[in-house]
């Protein structure tokens, strides 16, 4: 591989889908790599350090935030999260598209800091589904549910900031819709400047 990869930002409200959405289509696409994100809250039952998280210390967080070696970082329920950029930067070079599965608050910084990555964002079919989603999960109490709605709302009147919106009513479809939305921002002109330039300087 050679040409630079793809940085695309996927985010969403939670409880829309973006797990169930990436899971599969990184499974898919070997050519596609997940960002794995630090954090600083423990591990849950069944999370592998490195797989789902580089689970790290406060005092380590803060010491690459000062660093500068951080992407993107939000602070989430008391823990620190964020995307170290090293990672990210290497399996760019090395020709790979990455994924950043993040919250709103920090696709607003990656957004800010990489001018050319595709930001994606999924929307459900109605907040009414999306309360659904919520509430079917029964992991949270009604409180915490309805914290989550509200941040929710914040965050949908963000989407028109995105470069794509990708709509959860149909697993399969989302899937097969993200991959079509990646090989259409492959085409545009910001993406294609290298390939442009070089054919007009041998016209």
Do not use: W
């Not at 889908?17 to 423990?42: C, D, E, M």
Request: hydrophobic share 35%; net charge negative.
């Amino acid at each position: 591989m050679s040409k630079r990869g793809l940085l695309v930002v996927f985010s969403g409200p939670s409880g829309v889908g973006k797990g169930t959405i990436i899971r599969p289509f990184i499974q898919s696409h070997p050519n596609i790599k997940l960002s794995v994100s630090a954090t600083t809250r423990a591990p849950r039952p069944g999370e592998v350090d490195g797989v789902n998280y580089h689970f790290i210390s406060k005092e380590d967080f803060e010491q690459m935030l000062e660093d500068g070696e951080l992407l993107e970082h939000a602070v989430y329920s008391g823990n620190y999260y964020g995307t170290p950029r090293g990672k990210v930067e290497e399996l760019l070079d090395e020709g790979y598209d990455v994924v950043l599965e993040i919250e709103v608050q920090g696709a607003q910084q990656v957004r800010r800091r990489c001018p050319n990555a595709v930001s994606v964002f999924v929307m459900p079919p109605s907040f009414a589904e999306l309360a659904k989603r919520l509430t079917g999960r029964k992991t949270e109490s009604p409180e915490v549910i309805e914290r989550r709605l509200a941040i929710a709302r914040r965050e949908m009147d963000l989407a028109y900031e995105y470069d794509y919106i990708l709509l959860n009513d149909n697993i399969y479809e989302a899937v097969e819709k993200l991959g079509t939305i990646i090989e259409a921002a492959k085409c545009t002109p910001k993406h294609m400047r290298d390939f442009i330039d070089e054919v007009n300087q041998n016209a």
